[in-house]
């Protein structure tokens, strides 16, 4: 089996920084892409970033210029980089990676259990 586990987040005041990990352990060949994705109630999940095997990176615009994805290959590991935070930011937010394993099936598109993030005015 495959898992992501996230760690960080927690309550932090308008303006601050914060910081989100999230490592995936289990069956893996390689890893195709890993993410940041965010849910507010009352709202769908929505991507906040996401890196690519090559290092490519693509934000929503929403999150450009205030966070930065980034990844360690090596340990199969995604962070991201959080600042100038506005209460709007608040959500759970959760990691995704598509993962190539040895067992099928070979591709899957595996999420983590989410950390909250909320952001005081």
């Known amino acids: 089996q495959v898992q992501l586990v996230e760690s960080g987040g927690g309550l932090v005041q308008s303006g601050g920084s914060l910081s989100l990990s999230c490592a995936a352990s289990?069956?893996?060949?390689?890893?195709?892409?890993m993410a940041w994705y965010r849910q507010a109630p009352g709202s769908q999940r929505q991507l906040v970033a996401i890196?690519?095997?090559?290092?490519?990176?693509n934000y929503a615009d929403y999150a450009k210029g205030r966070f930065t994805i980034s990844r360690n290959s090596a340990n199969n590991t995604v962070a991201l980089q959080m600042g100038n935070l506005k209460p709007e930011d608040t959500a759970r937010y959760y990691c995704?990676?598509?993962?190539?394993?040895?067992?099928?099936?070979?591709?899957?598109?595996?999420w983590g259990q989410g950390t909250q993030v909320t952001v005081s005015s």
């Open positions: 995704n990676a598509l993962v190539y394993t040895d067992i099928p099936p070979p591709a899957r598109d595996i």
């Open positions: 289990g069956r893996i060949k390689s890893i195709r892409t």
């Open positions: 890196v690519t095997s090559d290092g490519n990176t």
